[in-house]
Each structure stands twice: as structure tokens, then as C-alpha cells.
């Protein structure tokens, strides 16, 4: 079982930037890919970037180039570091895991989600 909590939302001009952390619960956190998903208002969830267990990254072309996704196994943390946000970036972000072995880059994949944070990219 893994329990996960998202903190450093909030608001920001465009151009600026943000940083995300998804702290875990779990002895076993480090066998667990790790992904950061966003979801905004009448549009469906999607990935942003993902880490697999082995530090393989994913990012979606939207974010390649603004945001780095990375992880810390000492604190049982992942971060989204995030820059130059656009309005466009605005939504609930999640952070999510999947077990070691799964295709990270498919949501059906994560067994595991927080409750979100909101990231608003004013313009």
C-alpha cells in the first residue's frame, strides 16, 4: 500500500515557475515508477511526465524543455520542477504510482493516487 500527498501548488504568473512534491508512505517506494498527471476543467486527465524505479524519464511534448521530473528515494519524494508556465498549464495536478515493471506511460498502469494540487498560471 502507498499513500501520497502533492503539496506546492498555487498561483503564478506566466513565465515563472513552480515546484511540485509527492511525498509517500511505503517501505517499497522506490520499486514504484512514478508520474505526474494534470487535469483541467472539461478536459480528461493526462501525463505529464513519468519516472520509472530506474530513474527512465517520459515527458509529454507539451512540457519537454519546461518541466523535470525526478525523485528522491532517501525521502520518499518526487518532484515536478515547472517553468515557463503558461496559462495552458493551469489544472489539478496529480502525482500517481505504478508498480516496477508496468508501462508507465499509460494511466490504467497506476495503482496509487494523490489528492491533487492546483497549479493556476495567471497571464
Known amino acids: 500500500q502507498v499513500q501520497l500527498v502533492e503539496s506546492g501548488g498555487g498561483l503564478v504568473q506566466a513565465g515563472g515557475s513552480l515546484r511540485l512534491s509527492c511525498a509517500a508512505s511505503?517501505?517499497?517506494?522506490?520499486?514504484?515508477?512514478v508520474g505526474w498527471f494534470r487535469q483541467a476543467p472539461g478536459k480528461e486527465r493526462e501525463l505529464v511526465a513519468a519516472?520509472?524505479?530506474?530513474?527512465?524519464?517520459y515527458y509529454a511534448d507539451s512540457v519537454k524543455g519546461r518541466f523535470t521530473i525526478s525523485r528522491d528515494n532517501d525521502k520518499n519524494t518526487a518532484y515536478l520542477q515547472m517553468n515557463s508556465l503558461t496559462p495552458e498549464d493551469t489544472a489539478v495536478y496529480f502525482c500517481?504510482?505504478?508498480?516496477?515493471?508496468?508501462?508507465?506511460?499509460?494511466?490504467?498502469?497506476?495503482?496509487?493516487w494523490g489528492q491533487g494540487t492546483q497549479v493556476t498560471v495567471s497571464s
Open positions: 500517481a504510482a505504478a508498480r516496477a515493471g508496468t508501462d508507465y506511460t499509460r494511466m490504467d498502469q497506476y495503482d496509487y
Open positions: 511505503g517501505r517499497t517506494w522506490r520499486q514504484y515508477a
Open positions: 519516472i520509472s524505479s530506474g530513474r527512465s524519464t
